[in-house]
């Protein structure tokens, strides 16, 4: 079974440039979520789903991030303008509710100059 | 938000038992205690789950005593494979919904390294 999907594996841009980051939940899953992990802060979750509502979103750091999920099957996270401070693995996880076990993607690894 | 202490780091030898303690003292009545362990460069994987007493599966025990304030995490005879961070989470189950629960997030992980 295919699990959670994410692409870019790798990203290397520039300050300034905008990012978007994919991600396509394992089919069937209601609950979709976004973490963003650096060495200094840990995982932190950024924002879920619900259904394809966004439930929670104040975990996004500031106003530069945002997420859709169009449909059950893909969300997209953008950074515009993305700085280096935002460096770091962003995962996309989902799950069949918001209560249940998490399945993790691989994770995007982000790397703005 | 039920925050978590975990130690940092462990070391511990192959065919040994190794048990990872948690603390969360603010739990709610309505609060689960998830274990998620993560490799490097890889998303975290569920472990285990459980509300009171003691769950086993297949890879690890739970232990958690009647006042819920701490559990363990109990991984038998662990091998070299088993080297990696090890994330305790507490969370409302049943109101997360509502935005009046608590949201799952990860604390800092312990990081257990197996030698030979």
């Known amino acids: 079974d295919a699990g959670v999907i994410q692409s870019p594996r790798h990203e290397v841009t520039e300050m300034g440039q905008e990012v978007t980051l994919r991600c396509k939940p394992i089919s069937g899953h209601n609950s979709l979520f976004w973490y963003r992990q650096t060495m200094m802060r840990g995982l932190e979750l950024l924002i879920y789903f619900n259904n394809n509502v966004p439930i929670d979103d104040s975990g996004m750091p500031e106003d530069r991030f945002s997420a859709k999920m169009p449909n059950a099957s893909f969300s997209t996270l953008k950074i515009q303008p993305s700085e280096p401070r935002d460096s770091a693995v962003y995962f996309c996880a989902s799950s069949l509710s918001v209560a249940g076990e998490l399945f993790f993607g691989e994770g995007s690894r982000l790397t703005v100059l | 938000l039920a925050k978590t202490t975990q130690p940092i780091s462990m070391d511990s030898y192959e065919g040994q038992e190794v048990n990872i303690t948690c603390s969360h003292n603010?739990?709610?009545?309505?609060?689960?205690i998830t274990w998620y362990q993560q490799f490097p460069s890889q998303g975290p994987r569920f472990i285990i789950q459980g509300y009171k007493t003691k769950v086993t599966n297949e890879v690890a025990s739970l232990f958690i005593p009647a006042d819920r304030k701490s559990s363990t995490l109990s991984l038998p005879r662990v091998s070299l494979s088993d080297t990696a961070v090890y994330y305790c989470l507490v969370g409302d189950r049943g109101h997360i919904l509502t935005g009046g629960g608590n949201k799952l997030t990860f604390g800092t992980g312990t990081q257990l390294k197996v030698e030979l």
């Open positions: 603010n739990i709610a009545t309505n609060d689960y």
